[in-house]
């Protein structure tokens, strides 16, 4: 005797098969956690590199000011 209820299909519904749900599932979230690493990682090194364009830029300064003194320091 078949069960037909309203337009659905039966399904089997065995451990095997919610281990291949499960292994489905967390390859889904492997996958979006390798993503926002990969993203954690482009944001880490746009923020070196603005970290060293600022040390760049203080040291920059400092040499100027140091050459500025020496200038003026000469008659």
Same mark, same amino acid.
Do not use: N
């Given at each position: *005797?078949?069960?037909?209820r309203a337009? /659905?299909?039966? /399904?089997?519904? =065995?451990? =095997? #098969? %919610? #281990?291949?749900?499960?292994? %489905?599932?967390? !390859? #889904?979230?492997?996958?979006? /956690?390798?993503r %926002?690493?990969? !993203? #954690?990682?482009? *944001? *880490?090194? !746009?923020?070196? !590199?603005?970290?060293? +364009?600022t ?8 040499? =100027? @000011?140091?050459? @500025?003194?020496? +200038?003026?320091?000469?008659?």
């Open positions: *005797m078949r069960d037909e337009g /659905f299909e039966p /399904f089997d519904c =065995a451990p =095997a #098969l %919610r #281990l291949e749900a499960h292994e %489905r599932v967390s !390859k #889904l979230h492997q996958e979006a /956690f390798e %926002r690493l990969e !993203k #954690l990682e482009e *944001m *880490m090194e !746009k923020l070196e !590199k603005r970290l060293w +364009l040390v760049y830029g203080v040291v920059g300064t400092i040499l =100027a @000011q140091a050459f @500025q003194s020496i +200038l003026t320091a000469q008659p």
